[in-house]
């Protein structure tokens, strides 16, 4: 009777083991709350949340091409040439400038290298910087709020509706000559200004032709957010 309670004893404390470790593994990828000490301690609530400053004056990469970006010295130094001299961190900053070096913020977020993501899309498809970075204005230390894997990303496309949003901005009889082109494809919008001319050159038919409703691939009708695995798999 004792050999078989040690046994059972052995057991359960292996399955409990099994339990953890398979929570472990589970999550071992998942980097919600990861937010890791700068080495100077920028403060987003205090520059985007008290200050009201667009996140664009610091990532102004993010509108021209797939990476946000991080600000450089000069954009740092526009308001603290001037701003916060007295401030330890502020003498620091003001330090590193003149010796010709660069503040090594640590990345937070980050993606697979089979993952192509282009932030520039995402802002001219109306998208706001907080629907995948959360709060930001509210965070003194910037941390991941999101899982960022693949289900999250297709789920905001399926639920997505900035399709309207864009359609009603260029609606037929504005002052933009691509409106119906717009709207019966909305993938144009992504294009430069040259190739969009090019293509207007020979018209495309009219908006009011109905675009099917395809459940198969994610893809409804009047939706822009594609969900076909060669988007971000390209």
């Not at 910037?142 to 496309?157: A, F, I, S, T």
Request: a positive charge; hydrophobic letters at 40%; aromatic letters at 8%.
């Amino acid at each position: 009777m004792k050999l078989l309670k040690d046994k059972l004893h052995i057991l359960l404390i292996l399955l409990v083991a099994v339990v953890f470790a398979g929570r472990f593994l589970w999550h071992l990828d998942d980097n919600v709350g990861y937010g890791p000490d700068q080495p100077i301690p920028f403060s987003h609530k205090l520059h985007a949340g008290q200050y009201k400053m667009n996140c664009l004056y610091c990532h102004s990469a993010a509108e021209k091409g797939p990476h946000a970006g991080i600000p450089p010295m000069n954009v740092c130094m526009g308001c603290h040439s001037v701003v916060g001299l007295d401030k330890e961190n502020i003498k620091k900053l003001n330090k590193l400038f003149s010796e010709g070096k660069v503040v090594e913020w640590q990345r937070i977020h980050r993606l697979p290298d089979h993952v192509y993501f282009s932030h520039k899309w995402h802002l001219r498809a109306g998208v706001d910087c907080q629907a995948c970075h959360g709060d930001v204005a509210a965070m003194p230390l910037v941390r991941q709020v999101n899982k960022l894997e693949m289900g999250n990303c297709l789920d905001c496309h399926r639920q997505s509706q900035y399709y309207q949003a864009w359609a009603d901005s260029v609606a037929a009889g504005s002052a933009n000559p691509a409106a119906g082109s717009y709207q019966r494809f909305p993938y144009l919008k992504y294009l430069d200004e040259k190739t969009l001319a090019s293509g207007l050159a020979t018209p495309i038919a009219s908006a009011a032709v109905s675009v099917p409703q395809r459940p198969a691939t994610g893809v409804f009708a009047g939706q822009n957010a594609m969900t076909q695995c060669t988007t971000c798999h390209q």
